[in-house]
């Protein structure tokens, strides 16, 4: 006869290695609760990730840094449209400020120990500013997600690029980037 569950708790025994039992009991300390109530706030986590789509701990990582500075901002690329449309042509204080803002983030991904500049930018893709695409080890196509952005986001990277001290040249071509590592 099959055992019926009662709705009461049930013991679950799980083997855990040495590396993850630490993170378990750190984890259970910085809460101040038990074990059994770490897992199951890590069960209702899991859940939400594999709901969206399946991320992986780099990209919720990410993702979640991006959105938890003071200095991002989240809203729809509608919004983002109508400013870039108001603006029309970039000035030339603006195309220096990108660059800064640019080359302060490849310092700030260096400072986190993501120096790499290619793992940068597959970093800062998951700001949906653009789309990647690896085409070879030295040859990217940044395709920027609002076509009118492109000028923008070109002078972004040059300051990021700038900032790296790599040998990289950047070209436009019908709203795409062209990045090809020298």
């Known amino acids: 006869m099959p055992q019926q569950k009662t709705k009461g708790n049930e013991r679950v025994t799980v083997n855990l290695d040495p590396e993850s039992l630490e993170r378990l009991e750190k984890i259970e300390s910085e809460l101040r ?3 059994s109530e770490v897992v199951r706030r890590a069960l209702e986590y899991l859940e939400i990730v594999l709901e969206k789509d399946n991320l992986s701990p780099e990209d919720l990582d990410t993702i979640l840094d991006l959105r938890m500075r003071p200095d991002n901002l989240l809203f729809d690329i509608g919004i983002f449209q ?4 108001e603006i029309d042509e970039p000035s030339e204080n603006l195309k220096e400020e990108l660059k800064e803002i640019g080359g302060e983030f490849y310092t700030s991904y260096c400072e986190k120990g993501i120096a790499e ?3 940068c930018l597959s970093r800062l893709e998951k700001t949906n500013l653009y789309r990647l695409i690896i085409e070879s080890e030295n ?3 940044i395709i920027p997600m609002i076509p009118d952005m492109a000028e923008y986001l070109k002078t972004f990277l040059e300051g990021y690029i700038e ?3 790599i040998s990289a ?3 436009m071509d019908k709203h795409k980037i062209r990045l090809r590592v020298k």
């Open 33 to 35: 609760t038990s074990k």
């Open 82 to 85: 109508a400013f870039l449309e």
């Open 117 to 119: 500049p290619m793992k």
């Open 139 to 141: 040859n990217f196509t």
């Open 163 to 165: 900032n790296s001290n």
């Open 169 to 171: 040249e950047l070209k």
